[in-house]
């Protein structure tokens, strides 16, 4: 018999897939790594679980104790999962920019949701930071993970993501590219990489123009999940041997050909990460064998990136669809 206990017991272990057909006129091998196989649909999972974990041991987090951390998405996610598992009560704290689908995800697995003014400075009481902050000083048996400077972000990644890909590829991969937003991603899985392989694994980051881990000020991009204006202690710049910036507009074109052509409906971060990763791909030989990571998956954002009309309200074109009904029936 081969039966879970608990939902959160099936996080990690996801799998690897050949990209065939964005990879045309690449003879390098690329994997994507597809995150959106956890159970609470992203790479978030596998933090959420350690951080959790480690607050336990650690004596931070105690029976009836409750969860407090300004997260919108995939991290709320994947820690309301395991909050629900071991009885802790979730409180999330939210701009007022985020939008219903996702504030209705935390609150059916039962997080109670705060909701604060985006166009407030971060210092004004009401502030994203300011609430959160307050909340966990204030709420008995508070735990706030902090997933910026929480070092076990970055060590779940070391532990899991970096052996499954060492492990399913038989040591073969030669390359990494991942998307930085906390950083914890690159951090953990890349340090993995760098040390089993005795530094022969190259490390590759991907983040939007305009952001800091690519030389940027911070400057305002849509892609999310990716990039920072300020730096995060989980992420560990000496890792990645390049960072490479990707522009909105190749992100979102290369999310789009990840959905018709390779049949991954994923984020803009994937597509952000799978351009850099094709960039790379593009200077090796057949021997090499690039591993890209797709954080999340694509449901999140219908009606963004897969939305013509949103795409357009921002100058870029929606991609050329080649046959449409229009065209059988004219
Ligand atoms: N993509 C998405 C959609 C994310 O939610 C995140 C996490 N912020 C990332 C990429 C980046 O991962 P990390 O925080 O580990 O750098």
């Known amino acids: 018999m081969r039966i879970a206990n608990h939902i959160v017991d099936l996080i990690g272990d996801t799998p ?34 350690r951080i959790i974990d480690a607050a336990e041991r650690d004596g931070l987090l105690k029976p009836g104790g409750t969860i407090v951390e300004p997260t919108s998405g995939n991290t709320g996610v994947g ?21 219903e689908d996702k504030r209705a995800v935390l609150t059916a697995y039962g997080a109670e949701v705060v909701v604060t003014p985006t166009s407030v400075a971060a210092d004004d009481p009401d502030s994203y930071y300011s609430v959160s902050d307050r909340l966990a000083a204030e709420i008995p048996g508070a735990f706030k993970p902090n ?6 972000g970055p060590r779940s990644h070391y532990e899991s993501t970096g052996p499954e890909i060492w492990r399913d590829t038989d040591g073969t991969v030669t390359h990494f590219v991942a998307g930085i937003g906390t950083g914890g991603t690159i951090t953990g899985t890349g340090r993995y990489l760098k040390e089993i392989s005795d530094g022969r694994v190259r490390i590759i980051g991907a983040d939007p123009v305009g952001s800091v881990y690519s030389g940027g000020t911070g400057r305002p991009y849509l892609v999310e999940g990716v990039g920072e204006d300020i730096w995060p202690p989980a992420y560990d710049p000496s890792v990645p041997d390049e960072v490479i910036a990707v522009s909105d507009r190749e992100a979102f074109e290369m999310t789009r050909r990840l959905a018709r052509e390779e049949a991954l409906l994923v984020g803009g971060s994937s597509g952000m990460a799978v351009v850099a990763a094709l960039r ?20 999140g954002y219908l009606g963004k990136i897969f939305n013509d009309g949103w795409l357009r309200s921002y100058g870029f ?14």
């Open 317 to 330: 074109s929606e991609p050329a669809a080649e046959h449409t009904v229009r065209d059988v029936i004219a």
């Open 79 to 99: 820690l309301a999962l395991v909050a629900q598992q071991r009885g802790y009560r979730c409180v999330f704290v939210l701009p007022d920019k985020v939008g």
């Open 147 to 152: 997933q910026y400077a929480n070092p076990n």
């Open 16 to 49: 690897l897939v050949r990209l065939t057909k964005v990879t045309a006129g690449i003879p390098a091998t690329v994997l994507a790594k597809v995150e959106y196989f956890n159970p609470g649909g992203s790479a978030k999972d596998r933090i959420a679980e």
């Open 280 to 299: 790379v791909a593009a200077t090796l030989g057949p021997d090499d064998t690039v591993v890209v990571l797709l954080p999340d998956g694509g449901r």
